[in-house]
């Protein structure tokens, strides 16, 4: 999980979440100034499709900024937890660390795995010359 959360920048998040209230904004300001109190062609569904979709996606962004928010909050725990300043410190270089740390871990494991069965023969051997 800590590979997935390094790879994503934050910056970019921000940019994006910031986009998405500005551009449902814009929606919600142009079905008013333009599909209020205005007679429609029959069979025109747009001004209904877009209205739906404005309620649905205000509900979920609504949802997304609870969680844009519970984000912050916890990024800023955690890296004040580990004695870092969270206003200065960016999450690509304060989970690079641990992306580099779980890494040489796994490293090291592997390196482990393929190196016991000779160390426990060395270990073997040399006991053995111990008792002659």
């Known amino acids: 999980m800590i590979f997935y959360l390094f790879s994503v920048s934050q910056q970019e998040m921000t940019n ?14 142009e079905l008013q100034k333009n599909f209020t109190d205005v007679e429609l062609e029959e069979n025109d569904r747009f ?7 404005l ?8 949802e997304l ?3 844009y928010t519970s984000m912050e909050v916890a990024y800023k725990d955690v890296v004040t937890y580990y004695g870092e300043d969270p206003i200065n410190t960016k999450p690509d270089e304060f989970f690079g660390v ?3 740390f779980i890494t040489s871990f796994e490293v ?7 190196f ?4 426990i023969t060395e ?8 008792k002659k």
């Not at 309620?55 to 609504?62: A, G, P, Q, R, T």
């Not at 016991?116 to 160390?119: D, I, S």
């Not at 270990?123 to 111990?130: A, N, S, V």
Request: hydrophobic residues 40%; contains cysteine.
């Open 16 to 29: 994006e979440y910031r986009t998405m209230r500005i551009k449902l904004n814009d929606l919600a300001v």
């Open 47 to 53: 001004p209904g499709i877009m209205k739906d979709f």
């Open 55 to 62: 309620v649905k996606s205000l509900h979920k962004f609504e």
């Open 65 to 67: 900024q609870d969680k």
């Open 98 to 100: 641990f992306k580099t």
């Open 108 to 114: 090291c494991i592997l390196f482990h795995s393929l």
């Open 116 to 119: 016991k069965p000779l160390h």
């Open 123 to 130: 270990f073997k051997l040399c006991f053995t010359e111990i």
